[in-house]
């Protein structure tokens, strides 16, 4: 007979903890864990290997197929929270989820850019020092669906595996490759060693005055696509490692000065998946 689910009915010192990884970046690095929120992101987070070291429910009677069929042969011990403890670490204004996760954070290890997994062809997005998790998510969530092989974060950055990045990432941080480094010099070590190797690798840059127009900058080939703050652009570290720095035409005399940096990085990569295409013909 199966064994009923310890059940959590008042914030108590375990629920205190899970709800510190919601907003505090110290205790997710410090326990190695995450809270995946979303019937989306837990699915891809399962379908590519995360490891799921709690599932959270709220003990409805009649759950949906998915929880039902998730519950069934779950992939970590369950527990289960009163409606309104799941509610507070859904963070949902309204309703309450049936399932959440507390999973692993996986390693910022530059050992998983390996040529095997990027490919021939690879396309990799550099994001220095984003302040929002919302653009990390989107940016993320772009490169995903655009094909790009792997998205670093450098510098002193909000944190990918905050709840409103993995959020914003619709579940794409769990579908490819997602680092965070302290500065642009381990991915340019890491690139050397590559090239070392006969790996070509281009490191491209996007500035609102780049001097070279986006769509007439090769982005074929591995490519290291670098993305700057939304507000300071670039470092110079990286602006001195690019190869180019292509530029966005933005229509002159509009109120806009500048394009968003998780906007102007989808652009970007649409523009790369378009001339890979037109290569591949």
């Not at 864990?33 to 987070?45: D, N």
């Not at 010099?185 to 840059?205: F, S, T």
């Not at 652009?267 to 013909?281: C, F, G, T």
């Amino acid at each position: 007979m199966a064994r009923r689910p310890v059940r959590i009915e008042r914030r108590n010192a375990q629920f205190q903890q899970w709800q510190a990884l919601l907003t505090n970046r110290t205790k997710r690095t410090r326990s190695g864990e995450m809270v995946i929120q979303g019937v989306r992101p837990l699915t891809l987070a399962l379908e590519h290997g995360i490891e799921i070291r709690t599932l959270l429910s709220d003990g409805r009677e009649t759950p949906s197929r998915w929880a039902r069929e998730l519950l069934a042969d779950p992939p970590a011990p369950v527990i289960e929270l009163a409606p309104e403890l799941m509610a507070e670490l859904g963070e949902r204004e309204e309703g309450t989820p049936e399932l959440l996760a507390l999973a692993a954070i996986p390693a910022d290890d530059l050992s998983r850019l390996s040529p095997e997994v990027l490919g021939p062809d690879a396309l990799v997005v550099a994001f220095d020092r984003p302040s929002g998790p919302g653009n990390i998510g989107s940016l993320v969530r772009s490169a995903d669906a655009l094909g790009a092989s792997a998205v670093i974060t450098t510098g002193h950055a909000a944190d990918v595996w905050d709840p409103a990045a993995i959020r914003a990432s619709t579940g794409s941080v769990f579908a490819l490759p997602v680092l965070r480094l302290s500065s642009p010099r381990e991915v340019l070590a890491h690139l050397e060693g590559q090239r070392a190797e006969g790996v070509d690798w281009r490191v491209v840059g996007l500035d609102e005055a780049g001097g070279h127009t986006l769509e007439s900058t090769d982005l074929t080939g591995p490519v290291l696509l670098v993305v700057g703050n939304e507000t300071a652009g670039m470092s110079a570290q990286w602006r001195e490692a690019c190869a180019v720095i292509a530029e966005i035409p933005m229509v002159p005399g509009t109120g806009a000065s500048s394009l968003n940096a998780a906007v102007a990085g989808s652009i970007a990569l649409y523009e790369a998946r378009r001339q890979r295409d037109a290569a591949a013909r």
